[in-house]
């Protein structure tokens, strides 16, 4: 998601609280960092490239190969200037995100969901928020999107640990926005004909401000 205008030391799993949702708002930056620096910068793919617009495989296999997936999705997201990254936006067909990212309370979040699920949320829970949304394989274009304000996310850490992820505001709507993405849906497949318009003409206008992937 955009930001709004061979044997390796890998992290370890990380803690839980009272109901079994990771913390993963402590070290932020000496974690971001292992995983960027081991990790290899890759361009971005965009709307119309086919591995964004299907189904991801779930992963099966959490060896060095994930997690050289990992650090390379951590490097491509900074580099990208991101929040969170799906591995179908380096081309990569895996059910993996990673994020690095605030929420409304400037809390930063940094971690990675493998084989993730949306919780479906009681109606109490569904407080729509309608701010802009943008992604990476849309870029420069900036759109409102109407998602819940809360959102928990199921799936394994890198290691195949069994993880629960919860956010608010803006990091619920990254948790939902790369889940998403791992389902081959983008932003704009939720927006009306003529907002998704919008979003493409915005995107032809403006030049990227990372290397990205050229359709064919």
Known sequence: MAQQD???Q???VLPVDDEGFVIDSEDCEERESAYRER???RPITVVGNPVLHKECEDVTEFDDELAQ???DMFASQRTAEGVGLAANQIG???KVFVYDCPDDEGVRHVGVVVNPKLVELPAGKRVLDDSNEGCLSVPTAYM???RPDYAEVTGQDEKGTPIKVRGT????????HETDHLYGYLYIDRL???ERKDALRQMAENEPRYPVVPND
Do not use: I, W
């Open 92 to 94: 990569v067909g895996k």
């Open 169 to 176: 505001g803006y990091f619920a709507r990254c948790l939902q």
């Open 192 to 194: 009306s004909k003529r």
């Open 144 to 146: 409102p999107l109407a």
């Open 10 to 12: 890998h992290a370890g």
């Open 6 to 8: 061979t044997d390796q």
């Open 39 to 41: 990790g290899t910068s």
């Open 69 to 71: 997936l990992v650090d």
